[in-house]
Protein backbone atom coordinates (compact mmCIF):
# COMPACT_ATOMS: atom_id res chain seq x y z
CA UNK A 1 0.00 0.00 0.00
CA UNK A 2 0.88 3.23 -1.01
CA UNK A 3 1.55 6.31 1.41
CA UNK A 4 -1.18 8.53 -1.02
CA UNK A 5 -3.22 5.05 -0.25
CA UNK A 6 -2.50 5.37 3.19
CA UNK A 7 -3.39 9.20 3.38
CA UNK A 8 -6.84 8.49 1.85
CA UNK A 9 -7.90 6.01 4.27
CA UNK A 10 -7.27 7.93 6.82
CA UNK A 11 -9.01 10.89 5.32
CA UNK A 12 -12.23 8.60 5.01
CA UNK A 13 -12.32 7.88 9.09
CA UNK A 14 -13.48 12.00 9.41
CA UNK A 15 -15.76 11.99 6.23
CA UNK A 16 -17.77 8.31 7.74
CA UNK A 17 -17.94 9.85 11.15
CA UNK A 18 -19.49 13.21 9.60
CA UNK A 19 -21.58 11.20 7.43
CA UNK A 20 -22.74 8.78 10.43
CA UNK A 21 -23.93 11.93 12.67
CA UNK A 22 -25.76 13.33 9.75
CA UNK A 23 -27.66 10.46 9.01
CA UNK A 24 -28.21 7.93 11.69
CA UNK A 25 -29.94 8.78 14.30
CA UNK A 26 -27.61 9.22 18.25
CA UNK A 27 -27.71 6.32 20.13
CA UNK A 28 -27.81 6.70 23.78
CA UNK A 29 -26.16 5.31 26.69
CA UNK A 30 -26.85 4.88 30.18
CA UNK A 31 -23.73 4.43 32.25
CA UNK A 32 -23.29 4.73 35.70
CA UNK A 33 -20.85 7.51 35.66
CA UNK A 34 -18.34 9.57 33.40
CA UNK A 35 -15.19 11.35 33.95
CA UNK A 36 -14.96 14.22 35.83
CA UNK A 37 -18.66 13.86 37.40
CA UNK A 38 -20.10 15.06 34.66
CA UNK A 39 -23.54 14.46 33.52
CA UNK A 40 -23.16 13.47 29.77
CA UNK A 41 -20.68 12.95 27.87
CA UNK A 42 -21.31 13.07 23.54
CA UNK A 43 -18.63 11.53 21.11
CA UNK A 44 -20.02 10.98 17.38
CA UNK A 45 -23.24 9.72 16.78
CA UNK A 46 -23.24 8.14 20.62
CA UNK A 47 -24.68 10.25 23.92
CA UNK A 48 -23.49 9.28 27.61
CA UNK A 49 -26.06 9.84 30.57
CA UNK A 50 -25.52 9.39 33.73
CA UNK A 51 -29.51 9.76 34.21
CA UNK A 52 -31.55 8.81 31.01
CA UNK A 53 -34.37 11.29 32.61
CA UNK A 54 -32.41 14.22 33.13
CA UNK A 55 -33.55 15.87 29.58
CA UNK A 56 -31.24 18.93 30.28
CA UNK A 57 -28.07 16.89 30.16
CA UNK A 58 -29.47 15.10 27.48
CA UNK A 59 -30.41 17.99 25.31
CA UNK A 60 -27.40 19.50 26.23
CA UNK A 61 -25.44 15.89 24.35
CA UNK A 62 -28.00 16.30 21.48
CA UNK A 63 -27.15 19.77 20.91
CA UNK A 64 -23.16 18.85 20.27
CA UNK A 65 -24.33 16.29 18.19
CA UNK A 66 -26.05 19.21 16.20
CA UNK A 67 -22.19 20.69 16.58
CA UNK A 68 -20.94 17.64 14.62
CA UNK A 69 -23.94 17.70 11.92
CA UNK A 70 -22.93 21.57 11.52
CA UNK A 71 -19.05 21.50 11.40
CA UNK A 72 -18.52 18.03 11.68
CA UNK A 73 -16.41 15.72 14.08
CA UNK A 74 -13.32 16.79 13.12
CA UNK A 75 -14.29 20.34 13.01
CA UNK A 76 -15.65 20.23 16.70
CA UNK A 77 -12.53 18.25 17.55
CA UNK A 78 -10.20 20.55 16.16
CA UNK A 79 -12.29 23.28 17.36
CA UNK A 80 -12.25 22.08 21.34
CA UNK A 81 -8.20 21.46 20.44
CA UNK A 82 -8.18 24.87 19.93
CA UNK A 83 -10.18 26.38 22.55
CA UNK A 84 -8.53 24.27 25.32
CA UNK A 85 -5.63 24.54 24.30
CA UNK A 86 -4.66 27.98 23.34
CA UNK A 87 -6.40 29.13 26.86
CA UNK A 88 -4.67 27.25 28.80
CA UNK A 89 -1.57 28.48 27.40
CA UNK A 90 -3.01 31.61 27.77
CA UNK A 91 -4.17 31.13 31.73
CA UNK A 92 -0.47 29.39 31.90
CA UNK A 93 1.97 31.82 29.86
CA UNK A 94 -0.20 35.06 30.33
CA UNK A 95 -2.23 35.02 33.66
CA UNK A 96 0.16 32.83 35.15
CA UNK A 97 -2.59 30.78 36.55
CA UNK A 98 -2.78 27.00 36.24
CA UNK A 99 -5.88 26.02 33.73
CA UNK A 100 -9.14 25.06 35.17
CA UNK A 101 -11.20 22.54 33.17
CA UNK A 102 -14.32 23.92 34.61
CA UNK A 103 -13.26 27.99 33.70
CA UNK A 104 -12.51 26.80 30.39
CA UNK A 105 -15.40 25.06 30.05
CA UNK A 106 -17.94 27.76 30.81
CA UNK A 107 -16.38 29.86 27.95
CA UNK A 108 -16.08 27.58 25.75
CA UNK A 109 -18.91 29.10 22.58
CA UNK A 110 -19.96 25.37 21.87
CA UNK A 111 -20.65 24.34 25.52
CA UNK A 112 -22.49 27.65 25.96
CA UNK A 113 -24.43 27.19 22.87
CA UNK A 114 -25.51 23.74 23.79
CA UNK A 115 -26.49 24.81 27.45
CA UNK A 116 -28.52 27.88 25.91
CA UNK A 117 -30.72 25.10 23.80
CA UNK A 118 -30.78 22.34 26.38
CA UNK A 119 -32.44 24.90 28.29
CA UNK A 120 -35.39 25.37 25.47
CA UNK A 121 -36.81 22.44 26.19
CA UNK A 122 -37.26 21.50 22.92
CA UNK A 123 -39.10 17.76 21.73
CA UNK A 124 -36.67 15.22 21.09
CA UNK A 125 -35.41 14.18 17.65
CA UNK A 126 -35.64 10.37 16.91
CA UNK A 127 -32.82 8.67 19.44
CA UNK A 128 -32.16 4.65 19.92
CA UNK A 129 -31.81 3.70 23.28
CA UNK A 130 -29.27 1.26 24.59
CA UNK A 131 -30.38 -1.31 27.62
CA UNK A 132 -33.60 -0.74 27.80
CA UNK A 133 -33.48 2.64 30.05
CA UNK A 134 -37.33 4.14 29.57
CA UNK A 135 -36.50 7.62 27.43
CA UNK A 136 -37.13 10.65 29.22
CA UNK A 137 -40.87 12.49 28.69
CA UNK A 138 -40.99 13.89 25.16
CA UNK A 139 -42.85 17.50 26.57
CA UNK A 140 -41.95 20.24 28.81
CA UNK A 141 -43.27 20.10 32.62
CA UNK A 142 -43.12 15.99 32.92
CA UNK A 143 -41.27 14.95 36.26
CA UNK A 144 -38.05 14.36 35.35
CA UNK A 145 -36.78 17.46 33.82
CA UNK A 146 -33.90 19.65 35.28
CA UNK A 147 -33.87 21.79 32.70
CA UNK A 148 -33.67 25.71 34.22
CA UNK A 149 -32.32 24.58 37.30
CA UNK A 150 -28.77 26.26 38.56
CA UNK A 151 -25.59 23.48 38.18
CA UNK A 152 -28.11 20.34 38.24
CA UNK A 153 -25.14 18.15 38.61
CA UNK A 154 -22.42 19.72 40.42
CA UNK A 155 -20.17 19.81 37.70
CA UNK A 156 -20.58 20.64 34.39
CA UNK A 157 -23.93 21.89 33.81
CA UNK A 158 -24.58 19.39 30.39
CA UNK A 159 -21.28 17.31 30.66
CA UNK A 160 -18.81 17.30 28.41
ZN1 LIG B 1 -21.12 19.97 26.61
Known amino acids: MTLVEELLIVACVPLALHLWVLFVPTVVVPVRRIHLGAA ?62 YALWARNPLEREANAIAAENAPLPRLIWLRGAPPPPRTPGDSGWSAGQDDPHGGPPGGY
Open 40 to 101: GLALPGVVFLTNPRDGFALRHELAHQDQMRRFSPLGVALFLGVHYGGSALLELLIHRRRPRF
